[in-house]
């Protein structure tokens, strides 16, 4: 570091620094302080340390742009394609409100939503069970699961069930009659009903928990396994340093203040005649 | 950054873990990108080299068929949660992580799929999500977000920030930035960035705040303090000190501390840390800062 830096007291944040407009106003120290100024500028990058070093490089030409090795790691580039299918996929029925859109909440709590897609497994067994004839669509079957997952959720929340975090395999507690009845008003066969119903508990029996995800509890806050994500956490306890600045205007205040100034009162008078005592004695 | 509690062994792990990628491509809208980093999707993924995400809910998917059977009874067209700011085809969004859970898991899924240090450990609950969107007749469109922590004991105003690759280099990021320094002014506070930054993060923030301070101190006539120069622009004084610091623009002299604001100067500094981003017209943003409720 040059004479430049020479900085014999810690900065005040709270203090006015003049600040200097022209090469002039250098000149108490050296005529070339403002020629050496405007030359760092040219090194203003490297003196910042390395990880600016690896950063400037990577930009659009306009700072000090020498690349090496080590930036075209640091930076990765973007390699992306069009998806064909997207005019087809996406359809144009956006119309943008005037004013600014309000949030309705997660979809889960509004209403009937079918929050669950199917997988690959559903999609296999679904052809499979359609293999001789259409006896369900992927539609029906996506709608079923649904259902099967939110009526199977209940049941555990009756039975005291539900565990806040992942302790161990989630049961099926929900039965093929109570299913049947309850889903009635999708008008599925029974035969049919009956192969979704088992084809989904034997699911849930080899994935240990729900195969919707949002009922999945999560990991224990203790789990330590890197493939475990999304741990519950309490909000940080806050130090409380300072009183509450809502400060109850209540009786009691006023009483606990009365009481503070006759204290206060007791005191002056007690010192006032300590003082009379005082000053006689001398 | 969140590897306090990983012991030695489970941390050794976690390294190889992260090492290794998993998902090679995604789907998202327009876009079939490819992937930068590891990401802890559930374990039924581990098979998947491709991944097809639905553009407005975030749902991920492993066939095709699968997304575009969702589309037809997906009917959300923007980010859930309120629009806080609309300036042309421009918007922001405001996503509570509580109140939209899945959501907010599915965006922690898909960014860590492009941000190396970003962690999946604790849940979503404690954040709010700023998504910002380009819209259209199709919906409004994600190009990137930051995440921030509802309460930060560091003054933090932003822990994760990405824009997607498609839309780099575009000013969308310097956007973001500039965005979370304008929720501070308007919550009366100051903020800073969470550390570690990636390179490229703190290259970003480099050219932002020597551009937000070196505008300043080209038009500003009298002595200005540090803390002055914080309450103006909600940059925490730490940051200022050491962008000046940097920039060799404090000096000493007749036994105290000046700022050298010589205009030429400050140009080939200006110049130097690059064009500011899109700009952000506070006039309309429509916001309120965060409270907890009940």
Request: with cysteine; aromatic share 10%.
């Amino acid at each position: 570091m040059s004479r430049l830096s020479f900085r014999p007291r810690p900065l005040d944040i709270h203090k006015k620094l003049p600040i200097l407009k022209s090469a002039r106003d250098f000149e108490d120290d050296d005529p070339t302080v403002a020629a050496f100024a405007a030359a760092r500028v040219g090194v203003l990058l490297r003196h910042s340390g390395s990880e600016l070093t690896a950063a400037a490089a990577a930009t659009d030409g306009e700072g000090n742009s020498t690349p090496s090795k080590k930036n075209a790691q640091e930076i990765p580039t973007p390699q992306f394609d069009d998806v064909e299918t997207y005019d087809r996929d996406y359809t144009r029925t956006f119309a943008q409100p005037s004013c600014y859109i309000r949030g309705r909440g997660a979809r889960a709590e509004i209403g009937e939503f079918v929050e669950y897609d199917l997988d690959n497994e559903d999609e296999d067994w679904l052809d499979d069970y359609n293999n001789e004839r259409k006896n369900l669509n992927p539609e029906k079957l996506e709608v079923l699961l649904f259902k099967l997952e939110i009526l199977d959720h209940k049941a555990r929340e009756r039975a005291g069930a539900i565990t806040p975090t992942f302790i161990g395999p989630v049961p099926v507690l929900l039965q093929l009659d109570v299913a049947m009845e309850a889903l009635q008003y999708l008008s599925v066969r029974y035969a049919v009903f009956q192969a979704v119903y088992n084809y989904w508990r034997a699911k849930r029996e080899r994935w240990q928990k729900p195969i919707l995800r949002r009922l999945q509890p999560p990991p224990p806050v203790n789990d330590t396994n890197p493939y475990n994500v999304f741990r519950p956490r309490e909000k940080a306890h806050r130090l409380h340093t300072r009183r509450m600045q809502r400060r109850e205007n209540n009786i009691q205040s006023f009483e606990k203040l009365r009481l503070v100034r006759r204290n206060l009162d007791q005191a002056k008078a007690l010192m006032g005649a300590l003082i009379k005592v005082s000053s006689c004695i001398n | 950054q969140g590897h306090e509690e990983l012991d030695a062994a489970s941390l050794r792990e976690h390294e190889e873990f992260t090492k290794v990628k998993n998902i090679a491509k995604i789907e998202l809208g327009k876009y079939e990108i490819d992937t930068w980093y590891f990401s802890p999707f559930p374990p039924e993924y581990n098979d998947s080299a491709k991944l097809f995400f639905c553009e407005f809910c975030l749902n991920f998917m492993k066939r095709k068929e699968q997304l575009q059977r969702h589309m037809k009874k997906c009917d959300l067209k923007h980010p859930p949660g309120d629009e806080i700011y609309r300036c042309g085809t421009l918007s922001m969004f405001e996503v509570d992580g509580k109140k939209n859970k899945v959501y907010g898991q599915n965006l922690c899924y898909l960014a860590k799929l492009f941000l190396d240090h970003k962690t999946l450990y604790y849940d979503v609950d404690l954040f709010l999500f700023y998504i910002l969107c380009e819209c259209d007749d199709r919906g409004c469109h994600m190009v990137g977000y930051f995440s921030k922590e509802k309460h930060s004991e560091e003054a933090y105003n932003l822990a994760c920030i990405l824009t997607l690759p498609p839309y780099q280099r575009k000013g969308y990021g310097k956007f973001l930035i500039a965005f979370s320094y304008e929720l501070s002014k308007k919550e009366g506070k100051v903020g800073t960035p969470e550390r570690p930054l990636s390179d490229l993060g703190l290259l970003s923030y480099r050219g932002y705040w020597t551009r937000v301070l070196l505008e300043i101190l080209k038009k500003h006539k009298s002595n200005i303090s540090i803390k002055e120069l914080s309450d103006m622009t909600a940059i925490k004084a730490d940051d200022i000190l050491s962008t000046l610091q940097s920039l060799d623009l404090i000096q000493y002299r007749k036994g105290q501390h000046v700022i050298c604001a010589d205009p030429k100067v400050l140009d080939r500094h200006l110049k130097a840390a690059g064009r500011g981003g899109l700009d952000v017209d506070v006039s309309k943003l429509i916001w309120t800062p965060y409270k907890e409720q009940g």
